[in-house]
């Protein structure tokens, strides 16, 4: 069975919003790295649209440092999965699935293949409470922002989800990796 990893860029008070964060080359090459063995995005809309088509764009341009356009060779190259009701079409290998993104991503998990990466914060509670995330992966900014989407609406979990601390990184932006893995 597949692995699916989570990782999302948030604030120190919780939000994830990413034109709120500044990466720089280390976060870049942390997250180019962190893909090497991801052979499958798994996006909501809102997500998709935040990605593409700014990192294909700068894939195809190499508009980006070195470090941004190797992040967006390997980003745009992957496959990926965008679950929308209204999404009409899309690009940059990418195959639109209408609805039910639980039962889309454990037919996708039963595959053979790498690992898949999911970003999304909208799905985020339906795929915890289906037990298909294995790996957490949150890069916390040294930035209180006191706007935007929380990693979790209040209420979203049933129950608590418990984590194990696997690894962190502290970068010298300030920045911190946590990696956590499903108990």
Same mark, same amino acid.
């Given at each position: 069975?597949?692995?699916?990893?989570?990782?999302?860029?948030?604030?120190?008070?919780?939000?994830?919003?990413?034109?709120?964060?500044?990466?720089?080359?280390?976060?870049?090459?942390?997250?180019?790295?962190?893909?090497?063995?991801?052979?499958?995005?798994?996006?909501?809309?809102?997500?998709?649209?935040?990605?593409?088509?700014?990192?294909?764009?700068?894939?195809?341009?190499?508009?980006?440092?070195?470090?941004?356009? @190797?992040?967006?060779?390997?980003?745009?190259?992957?496959?990926?999965?965008?679950?929308?009701?209204?999404?009409?079409?899309?690009?940059?290998?990418? @195959?639109?699935? @209408?609805?039910?993104?639980?039962?889309?991503?454990?037919?996708?998990?039963?595959?053979?293949?790498?690992?898949?990466?999911?970003?999304?914060?909208?799905?985020?509670?339906?795929?915890?409470?289906?037990?298909?995330?294995?790996?957490?992966?949150?890069?916390?900014?040294?930035?209180?922002?006191? @706007?935007?989407?929380?990693?979790?609406?209040?209420?979203?979990?049933?129950?608590?989800?418990?984590?194990?601390?696997?690894?962190?990184?502290?970068?010298?932006?300030?920045?911190?990796?946590?990696?956590?893995?499903?108990?």
């Amino acid at each position: 069975m597949r692995t699916v990893s989570f990782g999302m860029n948030i604030s120190l008070d919780g939000y994830c919003d990413h034109t709120t964060f500044s990466p720089n080359e280390e976060l870049h090459d942390y997250f180019t790295d962190m893909m090497q063995d991801v052979d499958l995005l798994f996006f909501g809309r809102i997500m998709y649209q935040l990605m593409f088509p700014y990192w294909a764009d700068v894939a195809r341009d190499q508009s980006g440092t070195a470090d941004e356009n @190797r992040f967006a060779e390997r980003f745009t190259a992957i496959e990926k999965v965008v679950v929308s009701r209204t999404l009409e079409n899309a690009q940059y290998n990418t @195959r639109i699935v @209408r609805g039910n993104p639980a039962a889309e991503l454990m037919k996708l998990k039963q595959q053979p293949g790498g690992t898949i990466s999911v970003d999304t914060v909208s799905m985020l509670p339906e795929l915890i409470s289906a037990g298909l995330i294995d790996k957490f992966y949150l890069v916390v900014h040294p930035v209180i922002v006191g @706007r935007g989407r929380p990693l979790l609406d209040a209420g979203s979990l049933q129950e608590n989800f418990n984590l194990k601390l696997v690894d962190t990184i502290v970068f010298k932006s300030g920045c911190v990796a946590l990696h956590y893995d499903k108990q």
